[in-house]
């Protein structure tokens, strides 16, 4: 469903600061709107639906004066204080008391609903407002269309949105993100692009959205061009930002965001240097990691997982070790994503019964599928079938695709051609159109030299029309990102590429040019300058 807004002049902050709703907060208008001195508040205790709407009656009842402001300043107290139920009851008793709501009374009384994840009541509420006409509010506009953006459709979302007289900042922003979990990617940024006016909020929609999403590129290219626009990011931009750079491998636009970081934030803050960590871990420059964590002048159990998983990422095992000792004489509570971390440390350094030393010492409460499949994983890649198989079988649930995954590449490593085929047959049975399943049965035959079975997979894969998603990487020259696939035809330069490609073969042979040097000069100089 396409989505074309109409560009008329918005008063957008007049009422911004009254409600929030993607920042989860409610806000009563004026400091007179208080709740009586006489009403005195317990503090929140489980209790009973019953009970619940037994306390807000007689807090309600209580009241020295019965009228909007007070009933709304009650439903906004118990809001703040996540006592959501509470404040649905008082919007009842408030009701049947017959004092007629007005636009802030809605609006938090369906942010309310929204927490609880009660669409039903929400709907009503909508209802009600339609009926005394109250749709076209902004404040109550937004908070109806945060109701369906979460909890319903995204037409729902959008019909409330069209409702809206004079959509402010937040109404739009949550339009956005209300498209962007949907997936549908052009029409969230026709709706950006058709805001009469942008905030840092509305930049940051867009660059955690597209990140969040897989959409790391475009997610980077906002974060620039929201510079270029002249916005200075806030705090909770950067993590989204190096976060997106992290995963395409963008090192010299990730150091740029840490230089703007430092520029206009001076401090890092916990979060964003967590976030630097592992970024340039991601990166391979697990040194500029450690120095990021050097200079932290606070850490958390993060921060050393961040550390920790970077050198298991980057073939450093025993050095990942050797920082868990070090946060352990700290004092930090390792948690699962520590143990994670170290069983990948382990992997890499072929450390198999000081994984198995770990993974027995770790809180049970701590330990979940991705730990044992990761053990499965260590064993068989170590060629110890017997243990790997009596692993799987003493394991507390049903094994799952993953594990199966784990032990057949570690079949393929060893060419275990027997044990490959069980875990094959077990694949296939639990996902028959698993793409990566047929590609590692056919690299494990490949690698016991069964090639009629390595045809015998491809044609299977071709009869039930399964295409392999062909392998990507990419090349970062001077802060722009080249993505190229096997075979790529699209790249602006890729005459020059495989020429240079070309001329590379041609010297791997043995064909030894004396001018090679000098053709390789020449191609590249073409191709920094295009």
Same mark, same amino acid.
């Given at each position: 469903m396409a989505v074309v807004l109409r560009l008329v002049p918005r008063n957008k902050l007049a009422i911004f600061r009254h409600c929030s709703p993607l920042a989860n907060k409610i806000y009563t208008r004026r400091s007179h709107h208080r709740i009586p001195a006489a009403i005195h508040f317990n503090p929140p205790q489980e209790r009973t639906p019953e009970t619940i709407k037994s306390d807000a009656h007689q807090l309600f009842d209580e009241m020295p004066e019965h009228n909007v402001k007070s009933a709304t300043a009650l439903i906004g107290h118990f809001a703040k204080q996540n006592r959501h139920g509470e404040a649905i009851s008082c919007f009842l008793k408030m009701r049947l008391s017959d004092i007629k709501?007005?636009?802030?009374?809605?609006?938090?009384?369906?942010?309310?609903?929204?927490?609880?994840?009660?669409? +039903?009541?929400?709907?009503?509420?909508?209802?009600?407002?339609?009926?005394?006409?109250?749709?076209?509010?902004?404040?109550?506009?937004?908070?109806?269309?945060?109701?369906?953006?979460?909890?319903?459709?995204?037409?729902?979302?959008?019909?409330?949105?069209?409702?809206?007289?004079?959509?402010?900042?937040?109404?739009?922003?949550?339009?956005?993100h209300a498209y962007l979990k949907e997936g549908r990617f052009d029409e969230a940024e026709v709706v950006f692009r058709s805001m009469p006016e942008r905030n840092v909020v509305s930049w940051n929609t867009m660059i955690s959205g597209f990140g969040q999403s897989g959409k790391n590129e475009e997610a980077v290219n906002f974060f620039v061009e929201m510079l270029r626009e002249g916005f200075t990011p806030s705090q909770s931009t950067y993590p989204c930002a190096v976060i997106a750079a992290a995963n395409i491998g963008a090192l010299g636009m990730g150091r740029s965001i840490h230089a703007c970081a430092v520029k206009f934030l001076g401090?890092?803050?916990?979060?964003?240097?967590?976030?630097?960590?592992?970024?340039?871990?991601?990166?391979?420059?697990?040194?500029?990691?450690?120095?990021?964590?050097?200079?932290?002048?606070? #850490?958390?159990?993060?921060?050393?997982?961040?550390?920790?998983?970077?050198?298991?990422?980057?073939?450093?095992?025993?050095?990942?070790?050797?920082?868990?000792?070090?946060?352990?004489?700290?004092?930090?509570?390792?948690?699962?994503?520590?143990?994670?971390?170290?069983?990948?440390?382990?992997? +890499?350094?072929?450390?198999?019964?000081?994984?198995?030393?770990?993974?027995?010492?770790?809180?049970?409460?701590?330990?979940?599928?991705? +730990?044992?499949?990761?053990?499965?994983?260590?064993?068989?890649?170590?060629?110890?079938?017997?243990?790997?198989?009596?692993?799987?079988?003493?394991?507390?649930?049903?094994?799952?695709?993953?594990?199966?995954?784990?032990?057949?590449?570690?079949?393929?490593?060893?060419?275990?051609?027997?044990?490959?085929?069980?875990?094959?047959? #077990?694949?296939?049975?639990?996902?028959?159109?698993?793409?990566?399943?047929?590609?590692?049965?056919?690299?494990?035959?490949?690698?016991?030299? #069964?090639?009629?079975?390595?045809?015998?997979?491809?044609?299977?894969?071709?009869?039930?029309?399964?295409? #392999?998603?062909?392998?990507?990487?990419?090349?970062?020259?001077r802060s722009k990102i080249h993505v190229f696939v096997t075979g790529d035809k699209r790249h602006s330069n890729k005459d020059e590429i495989y020429m240079a490609l070309g001329i590379f073969l041609e010297h791997s042979k043995g064909g030894q040019d004396s001018n090679f040097v000098t053709n390789f000069d020449l191609i590249y100089c073409i191709f920094i300058h295009d």
């Open positions: 709501p007005n636009e802030y009374t809605f609006g938090t009384v369906i942010r309310s609903s929204v927490l609880l994840k009660d669409l +039903h009541f929400g709907r009503q509420i909508h209802s009600y407002v339609k009926k005394v006409g109250l749709n076209s509010n902004v404040f109550v506009g937004s908070a109806v269309l945060d109701l369906y953006a979460k909890l319903s459709t995204i037409d729902y979302a959008i019909m409330a949105f069209y409702d809206i007289d004079e959509p402010n900042v937040v109404s739009y922003a949550t339009l956005i401090n890092l803050g916990l979060f964003l240097a967590n976030s630097l960590i592992s970024f340039y871990a991601k990166c391979g420059c697990i040194e500029d990691s450690r120095l990021v964590f050097d200079k932290m002048p606070e #850490r958390n159990v993060v921060s050393w997982n961040a550390l920790i998983c970077g050198y298991a990422q980057n073939g450093q095992g025993k050095i990942a070790i050797e920082t868990y000792e070090r946060m352990k004489l700290t004092g930090v509570e390792p948690n699962g994503v520590t143990l994670l971390g170290l069983l990948l440390a382990c992997n +890499h350094a072929g450390l198999v019964d000081e994984a198995y030393k770990y993974f027995k010492t770790a809180k049970s409460e701590d330990l979940k599928a991705e +730990h044992y499949a990761c053990m499965i994983d260590l064993l068989s890649r170590n060629g110890r079938f017997v243990e790997a198989e009596r692993f799987m079988n003493e394991l507390p649930f049903d094994c799952g695709l993953g594990f199966w995954k784990a032990l057949l590449g570690g079949c393929r490593v060893h060419s275990n051609a027997e044990l490959g085929e069980v875990a094959s047959r #077990r694949i296939l049975e639990l996902d028959p159109r698993d793409v990566s399943s047929y590609v590692m049965l056919s690299n494990a035959h490949s690698a016991a030299g #069964r090639w009629g079975d390595v045809s015998n997979v491809r044609q299977n894969m071709k009869e039930k029309g399964l295409v #392999r998603i062909p392998g990507s990487s990419w090349v970062e020259i």
